[in-house]
């Protein structure tokens, strides 16, 4: 069994940039994919961006592009989501998930069978 752990999270002024950070339990999780998603309040979950288990894909939705950068550091079980530029509709629930294999599923979220109990950015304006 897989768990993550999001940490991160806080209440910032917009403009400003945060971290998250999704340490997972096991080694295995070198080998798979990861995403970001979010759910704001009152609203469905959406994608955010999600990195292949080699780092050599990535994906963003659309509205983080140029914003939001995800990497991972497979050494140290952890995937990261850098935040800049921050607005009050970056607000929402951040959770990171994971796939169960080395399959590049880009942020289809019925892929990710591993979740973490997410993490909340606030941002205000």
């Known amino acids: 069994q897989v768990q993550l752990v999001e940490s991160g999270g806080s209440l910032v002024q917009a403009g400003g940039s945060l971290r998250l950070s999704c340490v997972a339990s096991?080694?295995?999780?070198?080998?798979?994919?990861v995403g970001w998603f979010r759910q704001a309040a009152g609203k469905e979950r959406n994608s955010v961006a999600a990195?292949?288990?080699?780092?050599?894909?990535?994906v963003y939705e659309d509205s983080v592009k140029g914003r939001f950068t995800i990497s991972r550091s497979n050494a140290l079980n952890t995937v990261y989501l850098e935040m800049s530029d921050l607005t009050p509709e970056d607000t929402a629930l951040y959770y990171c998930?994971?796939?169960?294999?080395?399959?590049?599923?880009?942020?289809?979220?019925?892929?990710?069978?591993?979740w973490g109990q997410g993490t909340q950015v606030t941002v205000s304006s």
């Open positions: 998930a994971a796939t169960g294999s080395s399959r590049w599923y880009r942020m289809d979220s019925d892929e990710y069978v591993y």
């Open positions: 096991v080694r295995t999780f070198s080998r798979y994919a």
């Open positions: 990195v292949s288990w080699n780092s050599a894909d990535t």
